[in-house]
């Protein structure tokens, strides 16, 4: 028996003069999967509503062959940073995984709040405490 599984979006990693490699990146309703290897071939995935941000970068050479990278931070305890190295069209990859991140967290009624960080002088809310 095999499950079959729909995917949104899939694309591999491109080598801009690099040695070969093999990396497929697949995107499905909710999840991003991680395919690395030709002989041993490891797997993995992040839950889409684990993500807690998406980030894009394109250098020089990235932009002349119309590729970047996006880097995807989760929450996830086994892959908490999945990197998605020169795949086509960064900035609509980014668009897109953030729009399925959306979709799940309302659908499992997920939602991760803003993180403040301790000691952080520069806000109004310091005299909420006199209250």
């Known amino acids: ?8 979006w899939k694309d591999r990693k491109r080598h801009l003069g690099m040695p070969l ?11 991003l999967f991680l ?3 030709f002989l041993n071939i490891r797997d ?3 839950l889409l509503y684990r993500v ?5 970068r394109r250098n020089l050479w990235q932009r002349l062959f119309g ?18 190295k020169n795949v086509k069209d960064p900035l609509f ?7 399925q991140v959306e979709e799940m967290k309302l659908k499992r ?3 991760f709040g803003e993180i403040a960080t301790v000691g952080d002088n520069d806000d109004d809310d310091d005299d909420l405490d006199d209250r």
């Open 1 to 8: 028996m095999s499950i079959i599984i729909e995917y949104l």
């Open 21 to 31: 490699s093999f990396t497929r990146y697949q995107l499905s309703e909710d999840r």
């Open 35 to 37: 395919s690395e290897g």
């Open 44 to 46: 993995d995935d992040i």
């Open 52 to 56: 807690r941000d998406i980030d894009t």
């Open 67 to 84: 590729v970047g990278t996006v880097t995807v931070l989760s929450s996830d305890k086994t892959m908490p940073t999945l990197v998605l």
């Open 93 to 99: 990859v980014k668009e897109l995984i953030h729009k």
């Open 109 to 111: 009624r997920v939602r």
